[in-house]
């Protein structure tokens, strides 16, 4: 039995049946939808179908932070209970959620100064932080101290890579990520830019292409080059709410590296609300991110 937790958050889109496998516990991030406030409790309370659905008909969901209070009241009974934590944040470039981690975590080493908290910044969100989080609670349960599962993730944080690509630029324009020119432009083009997680930590397009067949062959590419060792981690092919075109990425993804393990599974409401209903990724660990 390890004396110390390992934990993450809900915009890593963990899939629940490996939260429950696992028992990891898991910080479910806010979020608002007509007007009502959820906890991304990966797919839970409203199903991932569900919230897209929603989005089709108009909705319009937005994405918050927890404070400090919220950590402490996650945090406090695991430190109180005797145990350490080393917890796996989502990228402090995509929100400035981790300063209320640190805070939480300051206030709590006062009250309980011979306990430890180890905080990673893994510089990523969604499926690649899901893949960093797999592999290190794959050393958690092999006994690896904790200082060497968070040097482990310090170390190759930047070989856990995405790629996606949205069905309609209507929700990136709404997030503020294309101007409404551009995505004008691109609708009339059928320009699809592929999306990528960043070396800082930051989401940036990697490409356009015109039509989904492109977009999705070029994310077939990316992988092909990236991936040195197919049997070095799982590949998750995530989809919100595409399940055809999920499945065609995964028969391609195959095609081009048979002996790669590969899992399909959702976009959470976090990314969701911002790519929008149709995106579709690959996600997986290979060389390190070149952007």
Aim: hydrophobic fraction near 40%; include cysteine; charge should be negative.
């Amino acid at each position: 039995m390890q004396n110390y937790i390992l934990m993450t958050d809900s915009d890593s889109d963990l899939p629940y049946a490996l939260k429950v496998e696992y028992d990891i516990p898991v910080v479910y991030m806010p979020y608002t939808l007509d007007g009502k406030e959820y906890f991304d409790d990966l797919g839970q309370t409203l199903d991932h179908k569900s919230f897209f659905d929603k989005m089709r008909q108009g909705a319009h969901p937005t994405t918050s932070a927890l404070n400090e209070t919220v950590y402490e009241e996650y945090f406090e009974p695991i430190l109180q209970e005797g145990k350490d934590i080393l917890f796996l944040a989502f990228s402090s470039q995509l929100s400035a959620t981790i300063n209320a981690i640190r805070a939480a975590r300051e206030t709590l080493l006062e009250k309980y100064p011979e306990r430890k908290f180890i905080l990673v910044d893994t510089l990523s969100i969604s499926g690649p932080q899901t893949l960093l989080v797999l592999k290190a609670h794959e050393m958690y349960r092999a006994g690896e101290s904790m200082e060497a599962v968070a040097q482990w993730v310090e170390d190759n944080k930047l070989r856990a890579q995405a790629f996606f690509t949205v069905d309609d630029l209507k929700y990136l324009q709404r997030g503020g990520r294309v101007s409404p020119a551009a995505a004008a432009i691109g609708s009339l083009l059928d320009l699809k830019p592929i999306l990528t997680e960043t070396r800082e930590g930051k989401l940036a397009a990697a490409a356009k292409v015109r039509g989904r067949k492109k977009a999705i062959g070029y994310i077939v590419d990316k992988a092909v080059e990236s991936i040195e060792d197919q049997k070095e981690s799982i590949g998750l092919v995530l989809h919100a709410d595409a399940p055809a075109d999920a499945e065609k990425l995964a028969a391609m993804l195959l095609e081009k590296l048979p002996e790669l393990s590969l899992r399909i599974e959702h976009v959470g409401p976090v990314i969701g609300a911002h790519a929008g209903p149709g995106t579709v990724a690959f996600c997986f660990i290979g060389k390190e991110r070149t952007m």
